[in-house]
């Protein structure tokens, strides 16, 4: 049995027809052809799939596609502005905040929902915001400086206007 | 080193080939520079986070004098590549990295011969900026894309040529950034699991429910539309169907239809001490030196055993593959460590010539050993091979990447010395208990993949290989202290019995081995009433080693600790009194393998009978360094990946089955509980270059252990460092 779901992704309206148990992550994955949402556990566990779903961050493995409709979804692919990769995605660069990098779409997107909740987070509540988030080669660390200096550069630059301005190199 | 591998190392001219491009002479199978302004490498090293690729390009970049930015890595593949083995063992920079190096050096000097004759001046007269060739006149509008025509490189490597020192490096020994990360923050494709290939069909395998399971009846499964294959072949059992949902639905309904006889045959968790020690073992010697003449000044023996579970490897992805069987052809899309050992093992258990295989390298996640990788791959071409033409991925199951994957064998060290009334160490005796680390395809001469054993006619995998004793490529490895003792003796007791499929598994047996000898160390330290750091630098006198040890406890503020009364316990066993409030340091020190990189690691902890871990400190000389940060955040993982395994990790199961089969069961460290690590390079430009990514592992795990001992007072010796094992330390205590 399918069923017919509109939902907007990234800022576009798409209709996709999906079996009423498909998971949000298979539609993007399979229907929507995104990579950013990443399988990791099925059970929401470990945050790799995770999506913003109205702004919320969201294991979209477990979230049923039907459920979806008429709801804004934004995945890691959606966060880039003007060309300009998203202050979070360029922190994670200028820090190197990653190994594998398996983790880091969700990891972005919990940051992304973190910075609009408080814009100047400590340590500790970055860390407590990406709780539900694995990574398993360690790369935690690189990840709050990753988070911090996002938010201090969107701070300082006023939103989204610092993506982009720091250099890769370090 | 020999004289052959320390020329080797250096580039001297004259000395021998770097290994890896002695075995695969061609310089165009390691660079060329077919795209304008661009220079192609080619590794048999595979990328999995770990930043080789980036190292490798800086290494080509500085020796060829072209910017970082023109150089690009080829993808890794049986078709293109040098055969370099497996990515493993902390060795890609010192091998490939050594081979590029002169390959890049030998075809620098290919074309500036061919300038030269160009030009009609001495080659001598030549320098090069950023790939183009330069007199003291100026540009001479040659570059090395004008010059490199077809088939120039196509030659094999000459005697070795000298290379640039460390000291006139301006791309390699600097930080760079990885190449591989804009992808992987934008989201792009990049991973296996995002490879689509026209006309792909979607595999999963049902596996059975434990590692004795056999397969007994398959009723006829409820199956979904768009189901092209069920295949079933003894107890392998698989689907082929044209999407992933359909594949997953089609999996479910197998997986209802299928009836298992299960078996006991699985170890008592609760008692993985007895089944160490009284499981069937090969018994070897692994180091031997005697010297009755301090033996017979011991005034002082201490015993103890320290134990480690199976690990497994977790990594974020499931293991994934794809392949296409076509007549008389298969290709293999695989995030397998080694695609060389991984074609001639598919090649063996499908019995056909290797040839007929060819195996593609992409990117998958964080591997730390032995995973789940080639076994995928040959899921997907047992699948493949019911729907010829057509490429089948298959991607394993959470529970599975738990459940399969190869572990880290369970391990037990016992471990006795004798001091002198100076505490001097003089004697020590190390016996170490475990399963084979070397399980991987080929391994002992056997493909070792995991479907082979559940097809019709397959037999169950024999225990795994561990390398020879006296080498350091399994359990054994650094299980010879690094201390100046006198008089010391290591055996290997090597499990026959392989009830849990154990393989590789970052840093083998360095692991448990570093965590028993310096968790033993600040024993005898406290028997000796000398304080940690003293004792070890009392019995070390490799100055490299000595080095890290001091900046790492520089780094803690270790001589500013609070300070603490040690004394020897009544009956003759180390007490170790408790810091106040409940917080302790400790110190763990190893240098990798015993011939690579060193590393010291300390640790303080919050505990009582809950461990909690605030900071690490570390200090490591890896020798010279390619990238810098590329190092830290390798050290700084194996860091973060170690105290997971120290504080958290143990696999479960019952007699017939894994039972740690997701996050809830197999919890690893979270945000929340990592501790804040600060890493720190000493520098040695002069040494040659080491890995970086498992020498942390075993200091780190040693370092938590004394800092718990300093904490509460008391030993734990059974890894992980839980709740219920501090608390069972302290009722025997």
């Known amino acids: ?170 | 080193m020999t004289a052959g591998a320390a020329a080797a190392a250096t580039g001297r001219p004259g000395g021998v080939l770097p290994a890896s491009l002695a075995a695969n002479p061609l310089l165009r199978d390691w660079l060329d520079f077919a795209a304008d302004g661009v220079v192609t490498i080619r590794s048999g090293k595979v990328e999995f986070g770990q930043g080789v690729w980036t190292a490798l390009a800086q290494v080509a970049a500085e020796e060829l004098d072209v910017d970082l930015a023109r150089v690009r890595v080829a993808p890794v593949s049986t078709a293109a590549s040098p055969d370099e083995g497996v990515t493993s063992g902390s060795r890609s920079v010192e091998d490939s990295g050594s081979a590029l190096r002169q390959a890049c050096a030998q075809a620098r000097a290919v074309l500036l011969g061919a300038a030269a004759a160009k030009l009609g001046v001495a080659e001598r007269e030549l320098r090069v900026r950023d790939g183009r060739i330069l007199t003291a006149g100026g540009d001479t509008g040659l570059s090395y894309w004008l010059l490199a025509e077809p088939g120039l490189l196509q030659r094999p490597a000459g005697p070795q040529l000298p290379v640039k020192s460390a000291g006139a490096w301006s791309v390699a020994g600097r930080s760079a950034p990885r190449l591989d990360l804009p992808d992987k923050v934008a989201g792009r494709p990049r991973f296996l699991h995002d490879l689509r290939l026209p006309g792909m069909a979607f595999g999963r395998v049902i596996r059975p429910p434990g590692p004795a399971a056999t397969l007994t009846d398959l009723a006829d499964p409820d199956l979904p539309p768009g189901v092209l294959a069920v295949v079933r072949d003894g107890s392998f059992l698989g689907v082929v169907a044209e999407s992933d949902r359909a594949a997953a639905a089609a999996a479910a309904a197998v997986a209802a239809a299928a009836r298992w006889a299960e078996r006991d045959s699985l170890p008592d968790e609760d008692h993985l001490r007895d089944f160490l020690l009284r499981a069937p073992a090969e018994v070897a010697a692994v180091a031997r030196r005697r010297d009755p003449a301090a033996a017979a000044r011991v005034s002082r023996t201490l015993a103890a055993e320290y134990t480690r579970p199976y690990l497994a490897h977790a990594s974020m992805a499931p293991s994934c593959a794809v392949a296409r069987w076509d007549e008389g052809a298969v290709t293999v899309w695989t995030h397998s460590q080694g695609v060389f050992p991984l074609r001639r093992a598919l090649a063996d258990g499908l019995a056909t010539d290797p040839a007929h295989i060819r195996v593609n390298h992409v990117e998958g996640a964080g591997t730390y050993g032995h995973n789940g990788a080639d076994d995928a791959a040959l899921d997907a071409v047992l699948l493949a091979r019911a729907v010829p033409g057509r490429p089948v991925r298959v991607i394993w199951s959470r529970e599975d990447e738990l459940a399969w994957s190869p572990f880290g064998s369970a391990m037990l060290a016992r471990l006795s010395a004798g001091l002198d009334r100076s505490g001097r160490i003089l004697t020590w005796r190390q016996d170490v208990w475990s399963g084979g680390f070397d399980g991987r395809p080929g391994a002992g001469g056997q493909p070792r993949l995991l479907a082979l054993g559940h097809l019709a006619g397959g037999r169950p995998m024999a225990p795994a290989p561990d390398g020879p004793p006296a080498g350091s490529v399994g359990s054994t490895r650094n299980a010879v202290p690094g201390y100046d003792i006198p008089d010391l003796e290591v055996t290997r007791h090597r499990l026959q019995a392989m009830p849990l499929r154990t393989s590789a598994l970052r840093s083998l047996g360095a692991f448990l081995n570093v965590f028993a000898i310096e968790s033993f160390m600040d024993e005898l330290a406290a028997a000796a009433d000398a304080d940690p750091v003293a004792f070890r630098l009392a019995n070390l006198s490799d100055p490299r080693g000595r080095r890290v040890i001091e900046e790492a406890a520089a780094l803690a503020g270790w001589a500013a600790r609070p300070g603490r009364p040690r004394g020897a316990g009544a009956g003759g066993g180390p007490r170790e009194t408790p810091r106040g409030e409940g917080t302790g340091l400790g110190l763990g020190y190893a240098r990798y393998k015993g011939t690579a990189g060193y590393c010291a690691a300390v640790a303080e902890v919050e505990a009582d009978t809950d461990v909690r871990l605030l900071r690490l400190w570390l200090a490591v000389d890896v020798g010279r360094v390619i990238n810098p940060d590329g190092v830290i955040n390798q050290v700084e993982g194996g860091a973060v990946q170690s105290a997971s395994w120290t504080l958290r990790e143990r696999v479960r199961f019952s007699r017939s089955r894994v039972t740690s089969v997701n996050w809830d069961s197999y919890p690893v460290l979270r945000f929340s509980e990592v501790p804040e690590v600060t890493a720190r390079l000493v520098r040695a430009p002069g040494e040659p270059e080491t890995g970086a990514g498992e020498l942390a592992q075993g200091p780190v795990a040693a370092a938590i252990g004394n800092a718990v001992a300093d904490a509460v007072g008391v030993r734990v010796r059974d890894l992980p460092l839980t709740r219920e094992q501090v608390v069972k330390a302290i009722e025997a205590g």
């Open chain 1, 1 to 170: 049995m399918t069923e017919s779901v509109r939902v907007t992704v990234n800022g576009t309206a798409v209709t996709v027809r999906c079996a009423a148990d498909a998971s949000l992550l298979d539609v993007l994955r399979s229907d929507l052809g995104l990579s950013g949402p990443r399988f990791g556990c099925g059970s929401g566990l470990c945050g790799a799939c995770f999506v913003l779903v109205d702004g919320r961050p969201t294991a979209s493995c477990g979230y049923p596609a039907p459920a979806a409709g008429g709801r804004e979804i934004t995945t890691v692919e959606g966060l880039a502005a003007g060309g300009l990769l998203h202050p979070v995605q360029q922190a994670f660069l200028d820090e190197q905040a990653a190994q594998c990098g398996y983790c880091t779409s969700g990891m972005v997107i919990s940051a992304v929902a973190l910075l609009r909740a408080r814009p100047a987070p400590t340590a500790a509540e970055v860390r407590q915001a990406l709780d539900g988030n694995l990574c398993r080669c360690g790369a935690h660390q690189r990840i709050v400086r990753a988070v911090l200096r996002a938010a201090r550069a969107a701070t300082a630059g006023g939103g989204t206007a610092a993506a982009g301005t720091a250099g890769a190199a370090r």
